[in-house]
Each structure stands twice: as structure tokens, then as C-alpha cells.
């Protein structure tokens, strides 16, 4: 089992591991991920509208970069090998021997990789008149290479990033507050993708907003500072034996056999599916649905994340009192009320209510599930692995990680084809809340096992 004192986590083999992190150092720990996760949004979100400028861009004189077809396939080999390169990530970083530990020398070595292929990424080889009207092939094949390179150092810093977690706090109230400061700095991360970045289009172009804003990758440079692990390589002093490293495709199976995570992954997976369905649909529901602008869908969305942090404080007091299981499935069912309420937007309804206000209303309705949402899944796998951990003396919270991401990723890539298949059908565009409500319902259900996630007094009296 592991043992822990307030300053430092000992584990089976008697071997030091990570200090734990003092209450000043969490959100010094935490804004680690708004940099990577934020610049990682802004690719997701806006690397197409580079390469394939809006129809009103391209009549102003925007250069198409690359083909659809051959850009989609790009895109969709370097997303395949993401999700494939997950896992061997968790199982190196899970068993990793070093002097410096298993965690930070893999989040040291990949950070200067992945800003360089950041940069890569906006710099293709073809422009000008090399250039045909509908772009080039060879700007395709590059963003496969480029993205690849670049979800692959993105991974490499942001698995033991988020497999630490497990280690640095000593229950599962604290892994919440410090997944609630994770949670704080993402959700400005969105707001700064979805609200300030188009702002910043219009005067400073695509390519000088990414110069921009690429300095928020060195908040990844507070997790490294603050993390303190001891050596992971056995001395000749040190005659305990050392804990047996686990496979790669041991520790996968030992995650899915773990039933804990099952019921999770199932309840997740399935409320996942609905946001990235909301999500990729918002801005239709917007345009097609509630005749919005784009500056009013801008202001729409920082209704919903504009909230965040006080409901962030709500959600921690919920988890105090009720648990987080009982917070997080309080989250689900608010986030369905506030999807069904959307289509109340559609202008043929013609209600006296305004669509832009209805918009509004449900993104602030929606804001407690977003600190829900952005929050659980820092918390819940990091109690998993450390339960795991405790029982077995095997630490493989990397696993934990890349498995939940491999299988959200595949959740989201069915999510947005299923979404282009509704999407062509002239009324679709208002099935899209109910869809999304429909699968919070569902997950809520599927949550109801969930033997974690107790009120601390409660869970101590088990």
C-alpha cells in the first residue's frame, strides 16, 4: 500500500516518490494546463479557418491553402495517431526509471517540441501563386506531418502532466479543489478562443494573434517548477525491492478490467458525445436556428464560461457537503435543462422572448455544468489510479489518462459525423439540444454505481 505523511508519498518499495503539494502550490500546478490546453483549442478550432478560409474571406482575397478532401484526410491521420500514441506515452511515463523521477522529465523534454511544432503548424511551404484556387495537395500533406508531430509533444508534456495529480494530494476532496483550479484556467482558455482570438483576427491577422498569444505555453513552466519527485533508479545502498514495472498491454487491460472505471468511462463517454455534439453545432443553432450574429454568439458564449468561476466555488461547496458523484450527476441534469432550453430560441416559435436572450439564459443556466464538466475529468481518474494504487502498490494513473482520452477522442470524432449527417436536414439544426440532453439523462443514470465520490465523512465511516 501507500503511505503518506504531510510533506511526502512513500510507496510500497519504501522508495520516495513525489512531495505533496502545499495549499499555496496548487494553482501554481494548476495553470500548467491552461497554455497547452488553450493553444491545443485554438488549433482544434481554428487551424481549418487558416488553411480553408470563410467563403466572405476568400471573396476579400484569403489564400486557400489546401484541398477539403486532402486537408479532412490530414487532419483525420494526424487525430488516428494521437489517440494511438496515448497509450505507449502512459505506459513509458507510468514505468519510467530516472534520477529525476517519472513525470517530469518527460513534460521537460517534450515542452520546447511542442511549441516549435505549435509555430510549424501555421507555416506552410505553399503559398502564393504556387498556389491553385482550391490550394495545394502538398500543404495537405503537411499539416498530416506537422499535427502529428505536434499532437504527439502535446501528449508527451500533457499525460504525466495530468498522471501526477494522483500523486502531489492525499484525497479525493483535494484532487477536486485542484482539478476546480485546472478548471478555472481552461475555462479562460475558452473564453480567450471563442471571445478574444476573433477580436484579435480582425486587426493582427491569424498568424500574428498566434504570435500573440503563443506566450501562455509557459504557464506549463509552473507544474514543473512546484512538482517535486525523487529518483525513480534503485541505488546500491538501496536493497528493498524495486516495484515491477506493468506492461504496456497489461496496464491497459487492468485499466478496462477496473470496474470503478468502466462505470465511469460509460457515464463520461456518454455525456462527452453530447458536448462535442452542442459544442460542434452551437454556432448553426446560432445562425440557422435563432438568427444570431457572430458577435452576439460571441457574447452568447461568454455568458456561459463568464459565470465559471463563481460556479466553480458552488461546485467545491457541493462537493464538500453532497460529494462529488452527487455534484457532478446534479451537473448532468442542469446541463439537460439548459440544452432543452435552446430551441426555444428558434425564431419560427416566435416568442416574446428574444432568441439572443433565451441563448443567454441557458448559457448561464449551463455554466455550473461546465465547472462540473472541465473538472471531473481531472479528478475522478486521478482517485481511481490512487485507489488503485493503494491497494496494489502499482501507480498507473498515465494509463488512467490516456485511456479516458483515447475514448473520448473516438466519442468526439462519432459526435461531429453524426452532427454533419443531422446538420443536412433543414430542421436538424433544432434537434441538436434535445440530442445533447438526451445523453446528459443517460449518463446520469449510467453514473448511479459509481461507488466513489462520497462526502469525506461519510466515505471515512466506509
Not at 510500497?12 to 490546453?37: C, H, S, V
Not at 478490467?257 to 462505470?263: A, D, K, L, V
Request: hydrophobic fraction near 50%.
Amino acid at each position: 500500500m501507500f503511505f503518506t505523511n504531510p510533506t511526502r508519498c512513500f510507496s510500497l518499495d519504501g522508495n520516495p516518490g513525489m512531495k505533496t503539494l502545499k495549499r499555496w502550490q496548487e494553482p501554481i500546478y494548476a495553470i500548467g494546463g491552461f497554455g497547452p490546453g488553450f493553444m491545443y483549442q485554438i488549433v482544434m478550432t481554428y487551424l481549418l479557418y487558416y488553411y480553408r478560409p470563410a467563403f466572405s474571406r476568400m471573396e476579400a482575397g484569403a489564400l486557400v491553402l489546401a484541398p477539403a478532401g486532402a486537408y479532412a484526410a490530414g487532419i483525420l491521420v494526424a487525430r488516428i495517431l494521437d489517440g494511438v500514441v496515448d497509450i505507449p506515452i502512459a505506459a513509458w511515463t507510468d514505468n519510467l526509471k530516472s534520477r529525476w523521477g517519472r513525470r517530469r522529465p518527460l513534460m521537460v523534454l517534450g515542452l520546447i517540441p511542442t511549441i516549435l511544432s505549435f509555430f510549424l503548424l501555421w507555416y506552410p511551404p505553399l503559398t502564393g501563386t504556387r498556389l491553385g484556387p482550391d490550394g495545394h495537395w502538398g500543404n495537405a500533406l503537411f499539416v498530416a506531418v506537422a499535427s502529428s508531430l505536434y499532437f504527439f509533444f502535446h501528449t508527451l508534456i500533457v499525460v504525466p502532466y495530468l498522471a501526477s495529480l494522483s500523486e502531489i494530494v492525499p484525497d479525493e476532496e483535494s484532487r477536486v479543489r485542484v482539478a476546480s483550479w485546472q478548471t478555472f484556467f481552461n475555462t479562460a482558455g475558452y473564453v480567450l478562443t471563442f471571445v478574444v482570438a476573433p477580436l484579435l483576427f480582425e486587426r493582427f491577422g491569424v498568424r500574428g494573434t498566434i504570435w500573440l498569444l503563443a506566450p501562455a505555453f509557459l504557464s506549463f513552466l509552473g507544474p514543473i517548477l512546484v512538482i517535486k519527485e525523487s529518483s525513480t533508479l534503485q541505488s546500491e545502498e538501496d536493497s528493498s525491492p524495486q516495484a515491477a514495472d506493468v506492461p504496456l498491454w497489461e496496464s491497459v487491460k487492468l485499466t478496462l478490467s477496473n470496474r470503478t472505471f468502466r462505470i465511469y468511462m460509460l457515464s463520461v463517454a456518454t455525456f462527452f458525445f453530447g458536448l462535442q455534439f452542442f459544442l460542434g453545432g452551437i454556432a448553426f443553432m446560432a445562425v440557422d436556428m435563432m438568427g444570431l450574429s457572430e458577435s452576439q454568439l460571441g457574447l452568447m458564449n461568454a455568458a456561459a464560461f463568464a459565470p465559471v468561476p463563481v460556479m466553480l466555488v458552488l461546485f467545491n461547496w457541493l462537493v464538500k457537503k453532497k460529494g462529488a458523484k452527487w455534484a457532478f450527476r446534479l451537473g448532468l441534469l442542469v446541463f439537460a435543462v439548459a440544452m432543452l432550453m435552446f430551441p426555444l430560441g428558434w425564431t419560427r416559435l416566435n416568442l416574446p422572448i428574444s432568441p439572443f436572450l433565451v441563448g443567454v439564459i441557458a448559457g448561464g443556466i449551463g455554466s455550473f455544468s461546465i465547472s462540473a464538466f472541465f473538472t471531473i475529468p481531472y479528478a475522478f481518474p486521478a482517485q481511481i489510479a490512487a485507489n488503485e494504487a493503494r491497494q496494489t502498490g502499482k501507480d498507473r494513473a498515465g494509463m488512467y489518462f490516456a485511456v479516458q482520452g483515447v475514448i473520448n477522442q473516438f466519442m468526439g470524432g462519432l459526435a461531429g459525423s453524426l452532427l454533419a449527417l443531422l446538420l443536412d436536414w433543414r430542421l436538424g439544426v433544432v434537434m441538436v439540444g434535445p440530442i445533447a440532453a438526451l445523453t446528459c439523462v443517460l449518463a446520469y443514470f449510467f453514473f448511479a454505481p459509481y461507488p466513489l465520490g462520497q462526502p469525506k465523512d461519510k466515505a471515512a465511516s466506509q
